[in-house]
């Protein structure tokens, strides 16, 4: 048995349990942790210094798009974009509770744009849950269906769950993201289906009373347009056609996303926010949640380099081989996809991310599976549990926001979030997207 294939897996055990505890930042944990291990196995520091190096350099882009796209849909959401558009589709639900449900969806799309789950949380539940309680519809089909749509709205290149698994996998955003699109497209025409099936239980329980119209409007209306000095609404239509753009520059064009985004924000600050002073105060405002980001990204480069770069890796792939069938092998991305949304629930996301996932691509890629095909089957299972995680900060806020319990959502949510997730799985093997 490898003394560094036992290390390897000492490691991930070690980094599971810290996060576990939450007594430390991801990214101390990602720092430290291989550092020691790399030096009890006998590294040498200028070996360690080699693999350090070469694993921050390759997540550096994905830290700076991070700090840009949540920069570019921050200034997006303080020029009141978002909260137009959720103004707009709520007048049109009138009392449909199907109708609500559909607006839920869409609202959680456009509000998840940014990636941001306190974003979306605080773009949706405010204003709807007065309507669905005056709908006699209960809160917890508003949190879950948020944070459904907010888990297959999370793998977007610009999303965390993206950036860390391009940056274990040493692939592109934009390359994951390919794979990934269907299978959002079609998780998002399941929910809607979610929908219908949601609106028929909230009837049979005698959902759908709502007051008067004029009431409800005006209750809408004090809810959602909370205009303030930060909105635009007379450059509503540039942002949306910027933001048009950049969706298509992601899709269309061989850019890389970390320029598209560096490029769109700094036309969004100049065109929305004209003065310095203006654009210093909203690069202060988001500074916190971009840097956070950034912040762990290139701290996980010293976990990448220090087992990854090193022979670490090899010698873990070679125990896992050692104990598996070979006709197992081959599929071990699908198996382990498979299984990934239950496993999430209780294994961080960053320990799965950065610890399993580089074993399972070692293994599958000596038969032709490429490494964006791995991540993405990764990420289309472990987005839509993301936002029911205890270990997820988010989840918190929408419990509070809905007034929900976590072990009443878990107990609503999850069931559904798991047979999504494996539904969107199943698409994409079937349709040959993921190779199997």
Known sequence: ?????????????????????????????????????????????????????????????TAILFIFAVMFFGVMNDAGVFDRIVSAVLKLVGN????????????????????????????????????????????????????LTMGVMNIVPWGGPCGRTAAALEVTTTELWHYCIPAQIFGIVAILGLCVLFANMEKKRGA?????????????????????????????????????????????????????????????????????????DRVKAHA?????????????????????????????????????????????????AAINSPLSMIIHGDALTYGILPIVNQIVSAYGIPAAAVGAAFLITFGPTIYIMPMTAATYMGLGLAQVELKDHIAFSLKWAIALAVLMLAFVVLTGIIPF
């Open 288 to 336: 916190t949640d971009a840097l956070t980001m950034a912040f762990t990204a290139l701290a996980s480069g010293v976990l990448i380099g220090i087992m990854g770069k090193s022979p670490m890796l090899n010698a873990m792939t070679e125990m896992v081989l050692s104990i598996m069938p070979e006709s197992f092998a081959p599929h071990l991305h699908v198996f382990f």
């Open 1 to 61: 048995m490898s003394v560094l294939g036992v290390a390897g897996f000492a490691l991930m055990i070690i980094i599971v349990a810290l996060l576990l505890k939450g007594k430390s930042a991801p990214a101390t944990v990602f720092i430290l942790a291989p550092i020691i291990v790399g030096f009890l196995v006998g590294f040498t520091p200028a070996e360690m210094s080699e693999y350090i190096a070469s694993g921050v350099s390759g997540v550096a882009t």
């Open 96 to 147: 449909n509770v199907l109708l609500l449900m559909f607006a839920t969806v869409l609202i959680a799309i456009v509000g998840h744009l940014d990636g941001s789950g306190a974003t979306t949380l605080l773009i949706c539940i405010p204003p709807l849950l007065p309507i669905y309680k005056k709908m006699k519809v209960r809160p917890i089909v508003l949190l879950s269906l948020t944070t």
């Open 208 to 280: 759908g009373y709502v007051a008067a119209a004029a009431e409800q409007n005006v209750e809408i209306r004090e809810t959602v347009e909370q205009v303030n000095e930060l909105h635009r609404p007379k450059l509503f239509w540039f942002n949306i056609a910027l933001i048009v753009a950049v969706v298509l520059m992601l899709t269309l064009t061989k850019i890389a996303t970390h320029i598209t985004f560096m490029i769109a924000m700094s036309i969004a600050l100049m065109v929305n926010y004209p003065s310095q002073k203006a654009q210093m």
